[in-house]
């Protein structure tokens, strides 16, 4: 597989841990990344954010355009609510949690950097790095109810060190 065969590389925030490789992914169909954070990204260039990262990357800048999450910001990247791009600032800005439902309901939550893991939403332990405090811990908040539900099949964060490689279908 080759990067120009990827329809879709969605960006849950350009943190250098989450950006710093997106230039491998240029010749990818679409690169994602919620205006908010590519805005908030410019306004704070320290170590965390660093333009060189996507400079020469197209990245295709979405405004919210439907209204889940703990802030009613979300962007459904298809318009059929299959895969949602959902706001949970704290972190930063822009953070998204990315949601894939199915037909039947179901659905995989991928929360990036909105915890660290399931310890994160099940003692509601924020984590070291924030923007704000409170808007993390309410998205947070959010993040715990979406995982409880009974439709949730997996919710999954980036850094949790419970994770392993798997593959699940749903």
Not at 13 to 35: P, S
Not at 61 to 90: A, C, H, M, T, V
Not at 115 to 140: C, N, P, R
């Amino acid at each position: 597989m080759k990067p120009s065969d990827i329809d879709y590389v969605i960006i849950s925030h350009l943190d250098c841990d989450h950006a710093n490789g997106l230039r491998q992914f240029k010749d990818a169909k679409n690169i994602m990344v919620a205006r908010s954070e590519y805005e908030y990204a410019k306004k704070h260039p320290y170590i965390r954010f660093k333009k060189k990262w996507w400079d020469d990357v197209d990245l295709n800048l979405y405004d919210w355009n439907d209204s889940q999450g703990p802030f009613g910001r979300s962007y459904d990247l298809f318009g059929d609510k299959s895969i949602e791009l959902i706001n949970i600032p704290g972190h930063t800005a822009g953070l998204v949690a990315t949601k894939i439902t199915n037909s039947d309901g179901k659905y995989f939550l991928y929360y990036g950097d909105g915890g660290y893991g399931e310890k994160s939403w099940k003692e509601m332990v924020t984590s070291g790095i924030s923007m704000d405090k409170s808007a993390q811990k309410k998205s947070l908040e959010w993040i715990r109810k979406e995982s409880l539900d009974p439709n949730c099949v997996r919710s999954l964060a980036c850094h949790g060190i419970e994770e392993k490689p798997e593959v699940f279908e749903f």
